[in-house]
């Protein structure tokens, strides 16, 4: 079963807007990813959270860690256009193998 | 540009057929990655390698197989293709230490008919 899992599945907002996706996973962890994928293409890493670590930046996006209750919420502020693709988060397990969710679909409407 | 390349982009493939995926790296990375892409599932892990020499199961390893002769090449075996192993395929690969990022492919796309 997989690891991760995002919430919600699919959301669509205007440009300008901020887009905010959860993750929640199952099992302890060494650190969890966020990826983005253009359709028809391959992921790419956006930001990565360490299991010590409750908050992280980078540019217009935003990464929470709550260890406690095993989620993690990516937040893209003032998105664009250019920011529709699929969302995915990843929990490095114990034995340092990705194990990714089944993504967030984010559509910004210009 | 460095990268990994994955071949074939697309392939249709009759039940029953052999197929390989091939996946090159250029970057000298230690550990290599195969994941499978379904609609609704995301991606599940299929078989890694830490590093040369050495593999691992994941997910989802049943039907493949997998060999790492040396640092740059990761291919993936079909022995006998079946529908459900049509899906979109991804290579990716990790710079040495355990814990960071994974770099992708640009996939191979597998029809099983």
């Known amino acids: 079963s997989q690891q991760g899992e995002e919430d919600p599945q699919a959301l669509s907002i205007q440009e300008g807007e901020n887009a905010t996706m959860n993750c929640s996973y199952k099992?302890?962890?060494?650190?969890l990813q966020w990826y983005r994928q253009n359709s028809g293409r391959g992921l790419v890493h956006l930001i990565l959270?360490?299991?010590?670590?409750r908050e992280k930046h980078s540019g217009r996006l935003r990464v929470t860690l709550d260890t406690s209750k095993k989620s993690s919420s990516l937040l893209i502020t003032a998105s664009r256009a250019a920011d529709t693709a699929s969302y995915f988060c990843?929990?490095?397990?114990?034995?340092?193998?990705?194990?990714f969710g089944s993504g967030t679909r984010l559509l910004v409407r210009p | 540009i460095a990268g990994i390349t994955q071949a074939p982009t697309s392939q249709i493939l009759a039940a029953g057929r052999r197929m390989t995926l091939r996946c090159t790296q250029d970057?000298?990375?230690?550990?290599m990655y195969w994941y499978r892409q379904d609609l609704g599932l995301g991606l599940r892990l299929i078989h890694y390698?830490?590093?040369?020499?050495?593999?691992g199961k994941g997910e989802v390893p049943d039907g493949y197989s997998v060999s790492r002769a040396n640092t740059d090449d990761f291919p993936l075996t079909l022995a006998s293709a079946v529908p459900s192993q049509t899906s979109v395929y991804f290579c990716?690969?990790?710079?040495?230490?355990?814990?960071?990022?994974?770099?992708f492919g640009e996939g191979s796309r597998l029809t099983v008919l």
């Open positions: 990716a690969s990790k710079p040495g230490g355990e814990t960071g990022e994974l770099f």
């Open positions: 099992t302890s962890i060494n650190n």
């Open positions: 959270i360490r299991s010590n670590e």
């Open positions: 990843a929990v490095m397990d114990s034995s340092y193998k990705l194990i």
């Open positions: 970057m000298r990375h230690n550990a």
């Open positions: 390698s830490n590093t040369a020499g050495t593999t």
